[in-house]
């Protein structure tokens, strides 16, 4: 569908709904022939999804007859970047991290400082450290999504092939302060576009609780293939001194685990100083970054309940 139409689509219902306004989006496959159990793992990813963007909705189910997904939003919780966002591919991957952050990426984040600000006109780095770690805490630097991505794509430029720097953003539980905090890790592609361990390979994640520290934990189980990719990954990142593997969601770290010993079983626990919200949240994007199906949207109408 045109994504303008979409736009003007959804400014007519909205605006045209009165009390208690629903929009009926009505999703169905772009391609291929799927079963009714791959269609409600499409429902469940979806449901995922509207949950990750905080989106109000009031149900999502799949017709049989139509084959077609239809979800029920609030007319006033959708958005067009939203609706986009149900059928997107989000790429999920888990890849290794480069243990030591080279002195010239340390240089170059510091032509941030107030000092040269008039060479890069943006926000200025207040504070860095972590030059002997797998990871650079970078204060301040902006809150504009775009900053960070201009950032990224010339550090990108000057990195040796293979290697490519990546945000994560609200990097930490324990930092209140006014100021924008990301963390930099640089990755190790090997030129690869997609990771070695990716979102076909997670059979499911979930938040479990630890048994005798209480602590919240996220789980995460692969399928055979995926095990042992990541006992390749695991075993690379335990033998380098601080290694970490970081768990990527499109281009942003969700999270950037430390890695002690090999991992040789299929089922992974992550933890962290996590808090409930934290851990849900990751396991939600974890289910939801693979659907069984391409998706697009065919029409949208207005529902009133």
């Known amino acids: 569908m045109n994504k303008y139409f979409l736009i003007i689509s959804l400014i007519v219902l909205i605006v045209s709904c009165k009390e208690k306004p629903f929009i009926a989006v009505h999703l169905a496959a772009s391609e291929g022939e799927y079963s009714e159990a791959e269609y409600q793992q499409a429902v469940e990813a979806v449901k995922s999804r509207l949950h990750v963007q905080d989106v109000s909705f009031e149900s999502v189910s799949f017709s049989p007859q139509s084959k077609e997904i239809v979800v029920l939003l609030m007319a006033d919780a959708a958005t067009p970047g939203q609706l986009e966002a149900l059928t997107a591919h989000l790429e999920i991957g888990f890849w290794p ?74 990097a930490s539980p324990y930092y209140a302060g006014p100021e924008p905090y990301h963390q930099l890790y640089i990755l190790e592609t090997d030129g690869a576009q997609r990771a070695p361990v990716n979102q076909v390979h997670i059979e499911s994640a979930e938040m479990v609780i630890d048994d005798y520290s209480a602590q919240v934990l996220l789980q995460i189980d692969f399928d055979e293939e995926g095990t ?78």
């Not at 600000?117 to 030059?131: N, Y």
């Not at 990224?152 to 953003?169: H, K, N, Q, S, Y």
């Not at 089922?267 to 409930?276: N, P, R």
């Open 97 to 170: 991290v480069r243990p030591r952050i080279a002195p010239e990426v340390i240089e170059f984040l510091e032509g941030f400082s107030d000092d040269k600000r008039s060479k890069w006109p943006w926000t200025s780095v207040t504070f860095i450290e972590g030059d002997n770690d797998p990871r650079i805490d970078v204060f301040a630097l902006s809150r504009d999504a775009s900053v960070l991505d201009t950032v990224e794509t010339l550090l990108d430029a000057m990195l040796p092939e293979g290697r490519v720097a990546r945000w994560r953003e609200e």
């Open 228 to 305: 042992a990719l990541w006992e390749e990954i695991t075993e690379q990142a335990a033998h380098a001194d601080r290694g970490c593997v970081a768990i990527t969601v499109g281009d942003r770290v969700l999270s950037a685990p430390m890695v002690r010993e090999p991992i040789r079983e299929g089922s992974s626990v992550i933890t962290g100083a996590f808090s409930v919200f934290e851990v849900d949240e990751m396991a939600q994007v974890l289910n939801s970054g693979s659907l069984p199906m391409p998706l697009t949207v065919i029409r949208i109408k207005e529902r009133k309940e």
